[in-house]
């Protein structure tokens, strides 16, 4: 294989590729990024057989066809820490040369034929706006658990119902229910997915960037395991799906109605919680007090040796409960109203020991409807 390419294009497909390659791989050659090129165009690739890769790029000037497997992590640290210079890749016996101006690298290859064949791309079902697509998945994907002891909880189910996609996580102390249009090629369609969710954040995101629109694939067998995939820019990605058969009937989490309800600027009270949860231990609440009629909020924590801390903020409205007094975990907190990406929150709130509603305030103060962050409270005795 010999070929030149520009060091930005190589940059930018091999750390894609890497990003998704395993930290500790079962086999060797699962840490590798394979390079396949035809002529006239460079494809690289990453498989750990639960997640592909794809990304390729034209080359201009031709070149010698081949195919090498090289170690994607210090390929990738590599070609970041180039010269903005074209790049020449040549492979030499059991090596891949690299030279980039003055600077000359050589690495050892492993067995092309080590390297498994990755999985057909799904048949797609859809397409969606890149962008709209990146910060519906960043906003449901915060919600995702983190213990790997229980899977399900670590993904983002997608619902796919006609013209409406749908994208809900939890981690059993929050919810987040995330709707947006979708241009499904089939009108009828109605599925669902859950795809491991960090494996989802890392795709939307890079592909969001990108601009246009991503391809949705999607293959199911019944309840059990399936592939979904994402095609976007030229660069393809697919997942396994977890097994989403018992996953819970979250929206009837969400209570029918709120009788007390708060709107409040959303950078405001993210600075205030910060100031004050920095006297909180690691399991201690936030705690947030609403007064009808007196349009503010006090917010309060106390820690270890007595440290405590409070300060009060203008909100727009407070309607309800004479007075309401809610914890929840700070970091919870901060997580759901950062999610929104609007200057005001609408908060809706049962009572005391109930589950809060977050969601985007319109211009009037009402709810969007289309994004619900869902947060437990925690029980505090004063």
Known sequence: MKLRIERDQLTDIITWIARSLPQRPSVPVMAGIMLRFDGAVLTAEGFDYEVSTRAHVDIQG???????????????????????????LTSVGTHLELVCGSGRFTLPTMPVEDFPQ??????????????????????????????????????VRVELDGARMALLATDRYRLVVRDIAWQPTNPDVNTSALVPGKTLAEVAKTLGAAGGDVTV???????????????????????????????????SLFPEAHPSAAVVPVASLIEVVKRVA??????TPVLLTFTDGDNGVTVEAGGA????????????????????????????LIDGLTSL?????????????????????????EPTGQHRYLIMPIRVSR
């Not at 797609?124 to 994907?141: K, N, R, Y």
């Not at 920095?278 to 399991?283: K, M, P």
């Not at 409960?321 to 919870?332: C, S």
């Open 62 to 88: 031709g070149g010698d066809p081949g195919s090498v497997l090289v170690s994607g992590r210090l390929f990738a640290e590599i070609t970041k820490a180039l010269p903005n210079k074209p790049v020449d």
């Open 118 to 155: 990755l999985p057909v791309m799904p048949r797609p079902v859809g397409t969606i706006d890149a962008g709209v697509f990146a910060a519906a998945v960043a906003q449901a994907a915060v919600a995702a658990g983190r213990d790997e002891s229980l899977p399900m909880m670590t993904g």
């Open 217 to 251: 694939a999607l293959a199911t067998e019944g309840h059990g395991e399936g592939m979904i995939g994402f095609e976007a820019g030229g660069r393809s990605m697919t997942s396994r799906l977890l097994d989403g058969a018992n996953y819970p009937p979250v929206r």
């Open 278 to 283: 920095l006297v909180a231990e690691r399991t």
């Open 305 to 332: 040796e007595e440290a405590r801390a409070s300060e009060a903020l203008g909100i727009s409205s407070y309607a309800g409960q004479d007075t309401l007094t809610i914890g929840f975990n700070p970091q919870y």
């Open 341 to 365: 990406g609007t200057q005001h929150a609408h908060i809706g709130f049962v009572d005391a020991f109930k589950p809060a509603v977050i969601s985007p305030a319109d211009e009037d103060g």
